[in-house]
């Protein structure tokens, strides 16, 4: 196995993703003491047989590595806008002057996010790479203090739609305005970052099936400012409770965390955890594949009409 598909496996991709690929691979079961190194090991030996899996293997990486836990947030062009895919690839070369959807251009690193590389997940999915100059990090090495300057990664997708497209970011929300902006300016398209209402946070929470864990509230009146609220272990659902409605209902909500079941196409189950933020983002507390930010993204795109 290729020591990228071995390192990415490793970083991005769940144990038991990793269990039920060796499984319906032929190899053994697998316990959950089983390190994810030794997965690794057993896929590598299937390899050698069944040079197939590495499709597989490929998919399963790119299903992760550009989701798992983040913070995402959309934005939409102020006037419908419709682009194909040909065109996106034309305006991104035409202004960059070079080409990231064949070579990565590896531009010089400053705190400013500088377009990467670029390729399609899906033929309506774009993904662009950006890279910035991180936080400084003070290590010690051979008993000398280093000071290091990392390389970081973030990733912005673009969704081509049926009369629009969405941008959407993979960042933390800070970056994600700066990062909207650039790639708004990129394409040249005026976009604003879509932002959710109250009665939205509860339309998410019936569209998801979901259960209230959590939730920060703004005190109209009191001597508290801001309330946040977490359910007791007996408490399933924070709108459930009639202590939580009496107390909080009434007042403000500025954030709020939902944990919902996802069925995904192979028949299997995963439990998400979500929170909300009404400036536009959602943070995927737990590691997600693609499909599940996909389906959250179409229960927002049938709120706002997307």
Request: glycine share 4%; with cysteine; proline share 3%.
């Amino acid at each position: 196995m290729e020591q990228t598909l071995e390192r990415d496996l490793i970083r991005y991709v769940p144990k038991k993703d990793l269990i039920s690929l060796v499984k319906i691979s032929g190899g053994a079961s697998c316990g959950d003491t089983i390190t994810k190194k030794s997965l690794v090991e057993l896929l590598d030996a299937l390899l050698t047989k069944t040079p197939k899996l590495s499709d597989e293997i490929i998919s399963l990486i790119r299903n992760y590595k550009f989701a798992g836990k983040t913070s995402v947030s959309w934005s939409v062009p102020v006037e419908e806008t419709c682009m194909t895919r040909d065109q996106f690839e034309k305006i991104i070369i035409d202004k960059l002057g070079s080409n990231p959807f064949e070579n990565e251009l590896k531009p010089e690193p400053t705190n400013l996010p500088s377009l990467n590389k670029a390729d399609w997940l899906k033929d309506d999915l774009l993904r662009l790479e950006f890279v910035y100059i991180g936080r400084s990090q003070l290590l010690e090495v051979d008993y000398d203090y280093q000071e290091i300057w990392p390389i970081t990664r973030a990733n912005v997708l673009i969704r081509i739609l049926n009369s629009s497209f969405v941008i959407e970011s993979r960042a933390e929300f800070n970056q994600s305005r700066r990062l909207h902006n650039i790639v708004s300016d990129l394409v040249g398209v005026k976009t604003n970052i879509i932002e959710f209402s109250e009665t939205d946070i509860e339309r998410i929470k019936s569209r998801l099936n979901a259960k209230k864990k959590s939730a920060k509230h703004k005190k109209f009146a009191g001597d508290f400012d801001t309330v946040d609220v977490t359910a007791a272990p007996s408490i399933e659902d924070l709108d459930e409770s009639h202590e939580y409605l009496d107390y909080l209902s009434t007042d403000e909500i500025s954030k709020v965390m939902y944990k919902f079941n996802y069925d995904d196409s192979d028949g299997g189950h995963l439990d998400v955890t979500i929170r909300i933020s009404k400036k536009g983002s959602i943070w995927f507390v737990n590691m997600v594949p693609e499909d599940v930010v996909s389906h959250v993204f179409s229960c927002i795109g049938e709120i706002k009409r997307i």
